[in-house]
């Protein structure tokens, strides 16, 4: 999904649910281990690290999880060190995705995912095949509550930003990628705390599914994509014909 239609609601709730069952300690351990080992275990010097652990603490991350992360990324664990990751590959009809995974095996993560793709009626794609339908921003989230939109779009686009988008649960900035920290920096500096901050691949032409069983099948295929231990993203180019949407939810 490309995070911007209206299927992206039925995922928020799904975000949720994983918090629950422990998905997002585990990607957030990854986000931060991974933060460590590029830039050291120091969150004043490190501030991937420190926005990684802010993030963190605002799904209610136990702090032992946030501690062990930080000494696995470093390698005070010991162990095989986690690297990053990426794979592209097309579900049914042709959709495509790209995974950004954390892994401390790339035989496993790649076995697993090459599976996961075949099962449910995709492949995996030689690497640039699919990213190249994308455009590769930075993107930084702000609770919108007692924020309103004029003010934080005044203070992002003065600090660099290339867009913003408001609702009334959440402010989306997006940057070039390389300005992703300089902008993030300039927001906390402002007083406004990012609920998160990454790069992302967003869809240049977004595929439109009209027909319910390819939904449903390119659903399951995602949603087996982003539950994959390994995985930290998924993007993808799908969107799902409104006339579906109520049909799918049924």
Not at 150 to 155: K, L, R, S, V, Y
Not at 174 to 201: C, I
Request: with cysteine; hydrophobic share 40%.
């Amino acid at each position: 999904m490309s995070g911007h239609n209206k299927w992206s609601k039925v995922k928020h709730i799904k975000a949720r649910v994983d918090a629950i069952k422990g998905r997002v300690f585990s990607k957030c351990a990854h986000e931060i281990a991974l933060a460590a080992r590029a830039g050291g275990g120091d969150l004043n010097t490190n501030a991937r690290l420190r926005t990684a652990i802010d993030c963190a603490k605002a799904v209610s991350t136990p702090r032992e999880n946030i501690e062990r992360a930080i000494k696995k990324g470093t390698g005070e664990l010991g162990g095989e060190a986690i690297q990053e990751v990426t794979y592209e590959g097309y579900g049914p009809a042709g959709i495509a995705f790209i995974i950004e995974m954390a892994t401390d095996n790339l035989n496993r993560s790649a076995a697993d995912l090459r599976s996961i793709f075949t099962k449910n009626g995709g492949s995996i794609a030689t690497l640039g095949s699919v990213s190249y339908q994308f455009d590769r921003k930075g993107e930084i989230r702000i609770n919108a509550q007692g924020i309103p939109a004029d003010h934080i779009m005044e203070a992002a686009i003065e600090a660099g930003a290339d867009d913003v988008q408001s609702d009334p649960d959440e402010h989306l900035i997006l940057t070039a990628p390389n300005e992703l920290g300089t902008v993030a920096k300039a927001l906390r500096d402002a007083g406004f705390q990012p609920s998160s901050e990454q790069h992302v691949s967003i869809p240049q032409l977004p595929s439109i599914i009209n027909n319910l069983a390819i939904a449903r099948q390119v659903i399951k295929l995602y949603d087996l994509l982003e539950d994959y231990p390994d995985t930290l993203n998924v993007f993808t180019n799908f969107e799902v014909a409104d006339e579906l949407l109520d049909q799918l939810e049924a």
